[in-house]
């Protein structure tokens, strides 16, 4: 806890202990006061100097303390010259003993600090004090300067890192990461990043190359937070090294009434709290929570696969009043003419719709049709097969090039 000065007339936090510095005086004060005075953990030497500056130069006014908590005590210099004797002059107890450069701050605090005297002011003073003298006095104006801080750097690199782009990555990730350049802008210029908890089974080359996209990430996110702190510029951490705990971006379903029933109207948040996808847009189909795609119906009743930042990809085929499903790694997607196409599990359409007729995929393949008629029949695991009718049916691999392979009924 700062001690206290008087300024221009008005109470300022002093951002030093000068009697600490004077430790033979200070042990003396230490059994001069009630033992049994109230120390706590922003104060363990249970006491506080107050101090004014008297012919340019400081000097103690008096120490306070508590014996119950709200109730200050104040013991007046006249009661302490002889602790203080060697430092005694015809104005008080000088702090003679003293040099150094210390602030003093008042008004909101700016920027907080864990250690009190790492917190800054809106309004300081920088005193640059020799031996007890004020060598000089400077006064600044502290700010804050828009940008991302600590949380927002974790949401930005959460919501840009692609877990996809690494598939054995499978739960938390912990970096470690020092800035190495910052400009006074606010621009990382250059930063080291390195792993302390990964998740899944991953190989030292691809976690080296996620270190490095996360590196790249981190310098895409930009401006970040600062402050003009007593005229220099000065970013939001105290140091130059952060720990960033990345999580996969998913987004959960939220019911008005708090019941996720196929039908109900729906919200999507996502990881850190945000509504991606506002209540009214859809309903809910099969999907409360989306890591990468999801499928919900919109307004139309139209089964739609969006992704977990709320993008619609394609629209869903449906077995009857629902979605089609993954099968061989892909599921169906129709257009609004009702031809049919299909999707991986990414969302990525891979094969445009343009058949009439479409069935899933099993072994690589898949049989379709690109005009005429079909039989329709419902399977015992919900799915909706194709058979018969006349035309051929074509046989398509998974890109959609058609194979030497014709059949009059299907399979």
């Given at each position: 806890?700062?001690?206290?000065?008087?300024?221009?007339g008005?109470?300022?936090?002093?951002?030093?202990?000068?009697?600490?510095?004077a430790?033979?005086?200070?042990?003396?004060?230490?059994?001069?006061?009630?033992?049994?005075?109230?120390?706590?953990?922003?104060?363990?030497?249970?006491?506080?100097?107050?101090?004014?500056?008297?012919?340019?130069?400081?000097y103690?006014?008096?120490?306070?303390?508590?014996?119950?908590?709200?109730?200050?005590?104040?013991?007046?210099?006249?009661?302490?010259?002889?602790?203080?004797?060697?430092?005694?002059?015809h104005?008080?107890?000088?702090?003679?003993?003293?040099?150094?450069?210390?602030?003093?701050?008042?008004?909101?605090?700016?920027?907080?600090?864990?250690?009190?005297?790492?917190?800054?002011?809106?309004?300081?003073?920088?005193?640059?004090?020799?031996?007890?003298?004020?060598?000089?006095?400077?006064?600044?104006?502290?700010?804050?300067?828009?940008g991302?801080?600590?949380?927002?750097?974790?949401?930005?690199?959460?919501?840009?890192?692609?877990?996809?782009?690494?598939?054995?990555?499978?739960?938390?990730?912990?970096?470690?990461?020092?800035?190495?350049?910052?400009?006074?802008?606010?621009?990382?210029t250059d930063?080291?990043?390195?792993?302390?908890?990964?998740?899944?089974?991953?190989?030292?080359?691809?976690?080296?190359?996620?270190?490095?996209?996360?590196?790249?990430t981190?310098?895409?996110?930009?401006?970040?937070?600062?402050?003009?702190?007593?005229?220099?510029?000065?970013?939001?951490l105290?140091?130059?090294?952060?720990?960033?705990?990345?999580?996969?971006n998913?987004?959960?379903?939220?019911?008005?009434?708090?019941?996720?029933?196929?039908?109900?109207?729906?919200c999507?948040?996502?990881?850190?709290?945000?509504?991606?996808?506002?209540?009214?847009?859809?309903?809910?189909?099969?999907?409360?929570?989306?890591?990468?795609i999801?499928?919900?119906?919109?307004?139309?009743?139209?089964?739609?696969?969006?992704?977990n930042?709320g993008?619609?990809?394609?629209?869903?085929?449906k077995?009857?009043?629902?979605?089609?499903?993954?099968?061989?790694?892909?599921?169906?997607?129709?257009?609004?003419n009702?031809?049919?196409?299909?999707?991986?599990?990414?969302?990525?359409?891979?094969?445009?719709?343009?058949?009439?007729?479409?069935?899933?995929?099993?072994?690589?393949?898949?049989?379709?049709?690109?005009?005429?008629?079909?039989?329709?029949?419902?399977?015992?695991?919900?799915?909706?097969?194709?058979?018969?009718?006349?035309?051929?049916?074509?046989?398509?691999?998974?890109?959609?090039?058609?194979?030497?392979?014709?059949?009059?009924i299907?399979?």
């Amino acid at each position: 806890m700062p001690d206290y000065i008087v300024l221009d007339g008005k109470g300022w936090k002093f951002m030093a202990k000068p009697v600490n510095l004077a430790p033979v005086c200070q042990e003396m004060l230490v059994q001069y006061l009630p033992e049994n005075r109230i120390v706590t953990s922003a104060n363990w030497d249970g006491y506080l100097c107050e101090w004014v500056i008297k012919n340019d130069s400081l000097y103690l006014h008096r120490v306070t303390f508590e014996m119950e908590i709200g109730a200050k005590i104040a013991v007046d210099t006249d009661s302490l010259y002889k602790i203080f004797r060697p430092y005694l002059t015809h104005d008080g107890i000088c702090a003679s003993w003293f040099s150094g450069e210390v602030r003093a701050g008042r008004g909101d605090m700016v920027r907080y600090s864990e250690y009190s005297f790492m917190s800054y002011y809106e309004t300081e003073y920088v005193l640059k004090i020799e031996n007890g003298g004020i060598a000089h006095m400077e006064l600044y104006h502290n700010r804050t300067i828009d940008g991302y801080d600590y949380d927002n750097i974790i949401k930005g690199v959460s919501k840009r890192f692609d877990y996809d782009d690494f598939p054995g990555l499978d739960g938390r990730l912990l970096v470690e990461c020092n800035v190495v350049g910052i400009t006074s802008g606010g621009i990382v210029t250059d930063i080291e990043c390195r792993p302390l908890r990964v998740d899944g089974k991953l190989p030292p080359n691809k976690i080296k190359e996620m270190m490095k996209k996360i590196e790249e990430t981190l310098k895409s996110i930009r401006p970040w937070k600062r402050y003009c702190l007593n005229g220099d510029t000065a970013w939001f951490l105290d140091g130059y090294r952060l720990v960033l705990p990345i999580v996969r971006n998913r987004l959960k379903a939220c019911a008005k009434n708090g019941k996720l029933n196929a039908g109900e109207d729906v919200c999507y948040i996502n990881t850190f709290g945000d509504t991606i996808v506002p209540f009214g847009r859809y309903k809910y189909c099969c999907h409360d929570t989306i890591e990468g795609i999801g499928f919900v119906y919109n307004n139309k009743g139209d089964i739609i696969c969006i992704d977990n930042s709320g993008n619609e990809l394609a629209k869903v085929f449906k077995c009857g009043n629902r979605p089609d499903m993954e099968q061989d790694g892909f599921f169906r997607i129709v257009d609004d003419n009702g031809l049919i196409g299909y999707a991986d599990m990414s969302g990525c359409i891979t094969i445009k719709p343009q058949f009439r007729y479409a069935n899933p995929f099993k072994n690589g393949r898949a049989w379709v049709k690109l005009s005429g008629n079909a039989f329709a029949t419902s399977a015992q695991n919900g799915m909706t097969y194709f058979s018969g009718g006349n035309n051929y049916w074509l046989c398509i691999d998974k890109s959609g090039a058609i194979l030497p392979f014709l059949s009059p009924i299907g399979y």
